[in-house]
T-cell receptor, first 109, second 113 residues
Framework: GQNIDQPTEMTATEGAIVQINCTYQ??????LFWYQQHAGEAPTFLSY??LDGLEEKGRFSSFLSRSKGYSYLLLKELQMKDSASYLC??????????WGAGTKLIIKP | DGGITQSPKYLFRKEGQNVTLSCEQN?????MYWYRQDPGQGLRLIYY???????QKGDIAEGYSVSREKKESFPLTVTSAQKNPTAFYLC????????????FGNGTRLTVT
């Protein structure tokens, strides 16, 4: 079966750096997405990786290793507003999105 | 500003009643999707439509129905046949290209008692 694994919850301190991991086993691979979702709100797009390596976008970076079935989202200079759930989703060989359950990130002052 | 509007934000129904959730987009996107989000689970695809007057079942279509009569609109009906309808429902759309990200509405929280 297809599977996406992310930690359920993480806690970090304001101003620090946090890395949220995502491992996947899917039938084929056509890209990996990260979304941010504040409680009760719409998920919003953060990043897309299809080739190995690091993609940087301001305070957020996303890394992909296709051979390891692994990605991470790196958040720097954490702010209180970064408290949210972070969803990892993989597009399989049929171009269908397979979603992880999300990682709830709690930022403490 | 372009976006996706879902209404209402909260919906309460009695068991045995059908209920329709609205989804409208003004992004000029061809593809639209309905997902269900439950605690501790990833988003699950209910139905999707890639063009007007055409739609396909997703992974959990049983107990749901949709229509796509207009490009802008993709309403979802939760029927009485859906055994566990209480959930957070998200509508999304996407543009051309396989790597086009999804744009989501703010969701409708449906509670059936």
């Amino acid at each position: 079966g297809q599977n996406i694994d992310q930690p359920t919850e993480m806690t970090a301190t304001e101003g620090a750096i946090v890395q949220i991991n995502c491992t996947y086993q899917t039938s084929g691979f056509n890209g990996l997405f990260w979304y941010q979702q504040h409680a009760g709100e719409a998920p919003t797009f953060l990043s897309y990786n299809v080739l190995d390596g690091l993609e940087e976008k301001g305070r957020f970076s996303s890394f992909l290793s296709r051979s390891k079935g692994y990605s991470y989202l790196l958040l720097k200079e954490l702010q209180m507003k970064d408290s949210a759930s972070y969803l990892c989703a993989v597009m399989d060989s049929n171009y269908q999105l397979i979603w992880g359950a999300g990682t709830k990130l709690i930022i403490k002052p | 500003d372009g976006g996706i509007t879902q209404s209402p934000k909260y919906l309460f129904r009695k068991e045995g009643q059908n209920v329709t959730l609205s989804c409208e987009q003004n992004l000029n996107h061809d593809a639209m999707y309905w997902y269900r989000q439950d605690p501790g689970q990833g988003l699950r695809l209910i139905y999707y439509s890639q063009i007007v007057n055409d739609f396909q079942k997703g992974d959990i279509a049983e107990g749901y129905s949709v229509s796509r009569e207009k490009k802008e609109s993709f309403p979802l009906t939760v029927t009485s046949a859906q055994k566990n309808p209480t959930a957070f429902y998200l509508c999304a759309s996407s543009g051309q290209g396989d790597n086009s990200p999804l744009h989501f509405g703010n969701g409708t929280r449906l509670t059936v008692t």
